[in-house]
């Protein structure tokens, strides 16, 4: 069925730009080694670090384990994975609040889909993430310009680099 629910669900996907720049980035090896020094050195970004680069590890073994035998679903299923995975790694609760909204979403798209009764909660056979989609949006471009900056700046020089001529 063209433009079926579950189609339409791909517009409650979140888009985390910032995130994924963040981790092609990392995976071409654009930061220098003072960068990634001190975004280990900062206790409050280590461990989204760390989860970033195991979400960009297992997507490169995906990758690799594919090669060339990839389809459009397959790889779209792995954008997805690795989206989930990213928002996982620097907003956890948001990430969880988003998941838990589309899977009641998926599961209604497909009882509209099928003609089975939809499930509770499923008012009208669409379920909106939208609301959660964005706040995921807006955790994650926070985090990633949070680190970021601790990556630029560690916390030795954040002061000195906050601080206008003339103040």
């Known amino acids: 069925m063209a433009g079926s629910a579950i189609e339409e669900l791909r517009k409650q996907l979140p888009q985390l730009r910032s995130l994924l720049l963040l981790q092609e980035h990392l995976m071409r090896g654009t930061f220098a080694t003072r960068h990634l020094d001190a975004l280990e050195r900062d206790g409050a970004s280590i461990g989204k670090y760390v989860a970033i680069m195991e979400c960009t590890h297992r997507l490169q073994q995906q990758r690799q384990a594919w090669g060339n035998q990839t389809t459009p679903s397959k790889l779209r299923a792995l954008q997805t994975k690795n989206m989930a995975c990213l928002g996982q790694a620097v907003c956890p609760e948001e990430t969880h609040a988003w998941l838990v909204c589309m899977r009641r979403a998926v599961k209604a798209a497909r009882a509209l889909d099928s003609g089975e009764p939809l499930p509770d909660g499923a008012g009208g056979g669409t379920v ?15 985090q990633s310009s949070a680190l970021l900056f601790a990556a630029a700046l560690p916390g030795e020089r954040r002061d000195v680099a906050l601080t206008l001529p003339g103040e």
């Open 128 to 142: 909106n993430c939208f609301t959660r989609k964005r706040a995921l949006e807006k955790c994650a471009h926070r």
